[in-house]
């Protein structure tokens, strides 16, 4: 009679998800990750053809949340400001999930969270007539600045070190909105 799968590929994500949270992406392997969730390495192959497959999932699962229930929240009518207040409100809010997407190296797939905070920045701007009219160079601009400004404020304001309010941050987003259109260029 064949064994009864009691491990499944969802399980499995759940506990890759906490074992990055509370150790490092980098440090999630077959062998870290089967001892971590006390089993063999036998059902995290069943389930994924290797490790970059799952890292691949976990992120784009972890990503998928970010976009549906995080980002999109209305909380300004400017949609890149919206976009900065939810990050922002994000790393106050789960400072290990930020840390861990967004400042740590996550091994071979480093570019995905750029590339993710990129098509959520172009998402969300396609529709404005201010901001869709503007040129690739000056949408990678404001990309840059406002991610800048933002992660900014949100590692100070997580780490307690200042503690702004809303129109504060509003007015710095304004700002940085208003001299990066003004900019030719940011090389980065």
């Given at each position: 009679?064949?064994?009864?799968?009691?491990?499944?590929?969802?399980?499995?994500?759940?506990?890759?998800?906490?074992?990055?949270?509370?150790?490092?992406?980098?440090?999630?392997?077959?062998?870290?990750?089967?001892?971590y969730?006390?089993?063999?390495?036998?059902?995290?192959?069943?389930?994924?053809e290797?490790?970059?497959?799952?890292?691949?999932?976990?992120?784009s699962?972890?990503?998928?949340?970010?976009?549906?229930?995080?980002?999109?929240?209305?909380?300004?009518?400017?949609?890149?400001?919206?976009?900065?207040?939810?990050?922002?409100?994000?790393?106050?809010?789960?400072?290990?999930?930020?840390?861990?997407?967004?400042?740590?190296?996550?091994?071979?797939?480093?570019h995905?969270?750029?590339?993710?905070s990129?098509?959520?920045?172009?998402?969300?701007?396609?529709?404005?007539?201010?901001?869709?009219?503007?040129?690739?160079?000056?949408?990678?601009?404001?990309?840059?600045?406002?991610?800048v400004?933002s992660?900014?404020?949100?590692?100070?304001?997580?780490?307690?070190?200042?503690?702004?309010?809303q129109f504060?941050?509003?007015?710095?987003?304004?700002?940085?909105?208003?001299?990066?259109?003004?900019?030719?260029?940011?090389?980065?």
């Amino acid at each position: 009679m064949a064994r009864k799968k009691t491990i499944f590929k969802k399980d499995i994500l759940k506990g890759a998800e906490k074992f990055i949270l509370e150790k490092s992406p980098s440090e999630l392997t077959a062998r870290a990750l089967s001892k971590y969730l006390n089993m063999s390495t036998q059902p995290l192959y069943a389930e994924f053809e290797n490790m970059a497959d799952l890292k691949s999932e976990l992120f784009s699962q972890i990503y998928y949340r970010l976009q549906n229930q995080i980002f999109n929240k209305k909380t300004h009518d400017d949609p890149i400001i919206n976009l900065c207040l939810n990050y922002i409100n994000f790393a106050q809010e789960n400072p290990k999930l930020f840390r861990t997407i967004y400042l740590e190296k996550h091994g071979n797939d480093d570019h995905s969270i750029n590339e993710f905070s990129y098509n959520i920045f172009r998402s969300i701007i396609k529709d404005n007539p201010i901001y869709s009219q503007l040129s690739e160079k000056k949408i990678n601009n404001l990309l840059t600045g406002t991610w800048v400004v933002s992660t900014g404020f949100a590692n100070l304001i997580a780490s307690e070190t200042i503690k702004p309010n809303q129109f504060e941050i509003v007015s710095f987003l304004e700002d940085t909105i208003q001299d990066t259109l003004k900019m030719k260029s940011i090389k980065v």
